[in-house]
């Protein structure tokens, strides 16, 4: 049967949800320090994946308002989970980025006055707490800057790779990049090229179908943390709790 989907958009989302799972399983005990690498793909993705649902979307189109109260929904069940895996946390989990990204996103398509306002209090809530949400407030403004440059020529991914590793602790990435860690250098590429490469993949295409990734990849998010949280304790024993 003929379907609409976009399925380069299913896969980066596939993409995204294995490089987050591959990042978090460096806490899980063992020397994985390399999946850092991979890992800084999954907040560029999903960010892309936001901005790729703006991008099709007509200016006349409704606030994704089930989207949002999605990841308002989550991000408030999930911080439990995230805290009793990722000890210590210094941040929140992502989904509040991720909510803020998409509200400024949306004031960049629909740009009524409703829209800009939720828009204006989300810029002003994400500087406000950056240094209390997962990429700050870079990865508050990603989602909108990915889907400014969404129909400019690939030279401009140049501007969201910038935003993705200012995101990231560039600082500490840079100096340890000057010391010759190559996890550091690889990592530093990763967050440069990460927007790009996700373009590239929405731009050509994908002529195989790929299994959507339904609304259960929000329920997956704190589960995950659960069931490392669980191998964790497993592998380190009493210590791990």
């Given amino acids: 049967m003929p379907t609409n989907r976009d399925t380069a958009l299913d896969l980066l989302k596939w993409l995204a949800l294995l490089s987050m799972v591959l990042d978090h399983l460096r806490y899980i005990g063992w020397d994985l320090d390399p999946l850092y690498i991979p890992g800084r793909m999954a907040f560029p993705w999903f960010c892309l994946a936001i901005a790729a649902h703006q991008a099709r979307l007509p200016k006349e189109a409704p606030f994704p308002k089930r989207h949002l109260g999605w990841l308002i929904a989550f991000a408030v069940l999930s ?79 140049i501007l969201p790779g910038a935003l993705c590793l200012l995101a990231n602790v560039w600082a500490q990435l840079l100096e340890q ?31 195989r179908p790929i299994p959507p990734l339904g609304r259960w990849a929000y329920g997956f998010y704190p589960l995950h943390f659960l069931a490392l949280w669980a191998l964790k304790a497993l592998i380190q024993g009493p210590a791990a709790h």
């Fill in 79 to 157: 911080e439990a989970p995230y805290r009793l895996y990722v000890d210590p946390a210094e941040t929140l989990n992502v989904l509040p980025t991720l909510a803020l990204g998409l509200l400024i996103a949306n004031a960049c398509r629909q740009r009524t006055p409703a829209a800009m306002l939720a828009g204006a209090l989300a810029l002003a809530v994400g500087a406000g707490a950056s240094a209390d949400l997962m990429f700050g407030i870079q990865g508050v403004l990603l989602p909108a800057v990915m889907l400014m440059v969404w129909r400019r020529p690939w030279y401009w991914q």
């Fill in 177 to 207: 990049a000057l010391q010759g860690y190559w996890v550091a250098v690889a990592g530093i590429v990763a967050c440069l090229l990460a927007p790009g490469l996700g373009m590239s993949l929405l731009r050509h295409g994908l002529s």
